[in-house]
């Protein structure tokens, strides 16, 4: 460690110029981290945020809401089987709708439209005004970032292609679904929106999209062959299964790998070569007893210190521009995978380095002498 730093302070300038280049690179590792746990929020923060273990579509929906149709007294079945204990059905659409009391009248709005039973462990929390109410059915509840829309409790949304209209009761917190700022309303409400034309309910009583279930370890395989027509999934499956979670998810992971990767060359490459430059002060100590342990422990600390540095460096910068971002870009930093990506950049730096450990234990004393006499 002491010949690490040693050389650190000494060469200034060399290793400026690489520590800022493992800056970058972590900078960019994590605003790359940051925009896919933003886009991944954005999508799917409804269902991350329900206190729920397992979901019941359609057999056939691939764990789909837009392409499941239950009825709605399935949720009583499922509620007696072992293991579950509770169960609460749900629908989703998406919608337009259109505030007649803000100042903006003109302006429409999309949103997700999510029909909950009131009181049930799927209605979210309320930060501000009131929750549903089972004998209010006009009454909803709405994400918090409506208000920068001029929404506000009290104000009456009419729905494009609908005669119903609701009024926002209270403001929830992260609550979004399919891109979409979500609007909670009760199941009633809801099906009234969704099935308004005739047939469109497909001759199902009371239907639903989904049905949430409650309780650990609970045998979704044995319930769906004794539940015929119904695909028993995890949450986390049933996240998997939202239109265009996946294909978003995998495209920002295969960017981070790439870059991961590219960034492992990189580094691998600026090691090497600073220890070629230094391959003849490396032989001379080699000359006077240093050994190739000494040696490569020292090339490991110097990595190490830099790589920490920098990257830690690269942290600060980051939180940095999440605060100069506009509100409407989806960027959410996860401290968890901040501190994942964090270790993983420091174990690819150190890892870089062994190419340049190798070098050292091949450097001849005796050559290197004879080239500095």
């Known amino acids: 460690m002491f010949l690490a730093i040693r050389e650190l302070k000494h060469g200034k300038l060399r290793f400026l110029m690489i520590g800022i280049i493992t800056v970058l690179i972590a900078w960019l590792v994590f605003i790359l981290s940051g925009l896919g746990n933003g886009l991944s929020t ?7 945020n329900m206190d729920a273990n397992y979901v019941t579509f359609e057999d056939g929906s691939r764990s789909s809401m837009s392409r ?23 629908g989703a ?3 337009t709708v259109r505030s007649n009391t803000n100042s903006n009248d003109n302006e429409k709005i999309d949103v997700a439209l999510l029909g909950v039973e009131p009181g049930s462990f799927l209605e979210p929390k309320v930060i501000e005004g009131s929750p549903l109410q089972a004998k209010e059915l006009v009454d909803v509840i709405a994400n918090d970032t409506l208000k920068k829309k001029g929404l506000k409790i009290g104000d009456t949304l009419k729905i494009e292609g609908s005669l119903e209209k609701l009024r926002i009761a209270g403001f929830v917190k992260n609550e979004t679904y399919n891109h979409l700022p979500a609007i909670f309303t009760s199941l009633d409400k809801w099906r009234a929106i969704q099935f308004a034309a005739p047939g469109a309910d497909k001759g199902i009583k009371k239907p639903v999209n989904a049905i949430m279930l409650q309780g650990e370890n609970i045998d979704a395989k044995k319930m769906n062959q004794q539940f015929k027509n119904t695909e028993i999934v995890t949450k986390a499956d049933a996240i998997q299964g939202m239109p265009g979670y996946k294909e978003e998810n995998g495209t920002i992971m295969m960017m981070l790998a790439f870059l991961l990767a590219i960034s492992a060359f990189v580094l691998g490459v600026f090691f090497y070569v600073l220890t070629l ?11 006077i007893g240093a050994s ?29 521009t999440a605060l100069i971002l506009p509100d409407e870009m989806p960027f959410s930093l996860d401290p968890k995978l901040v501190i994942l990506y964090a270790l993983l950049l420091l174990v690819i730096s150190i890892l870089s380095s062994l ?6 234990t091949k450097v001849d004393p005796l050559q290197a002498i004879g080239r500095v006499e």
């Open 42 to 48: 954005l999508s799917a923060a409804t269902f991350k």
């Open 68 to 90: 499941s149709l239950l009825s709605e007294s399935l949720a009583d079945k499922l509620e007696k089987e072992a293991n579950v204990s509770a169960a609460s059905a749900m």
């Open 93 to 95: 659409t998406m919608g």
């Open 277 to 287: 430059q230094k391959s003849n002060q490396f032989g001379i100590l080699k000359a």
């Open 292 to 320: 190739n342990r000494f040696l490569g422990r020292a090339i490991v600390s110097q990595v190490f210190l830099l790589s920490f540095t920098s990257i830690a460096a690269g942290i600060l910068l980051t939180y940095g």
């Open 355 to 360: 190419v340049s450990v190798r070098k050292i």
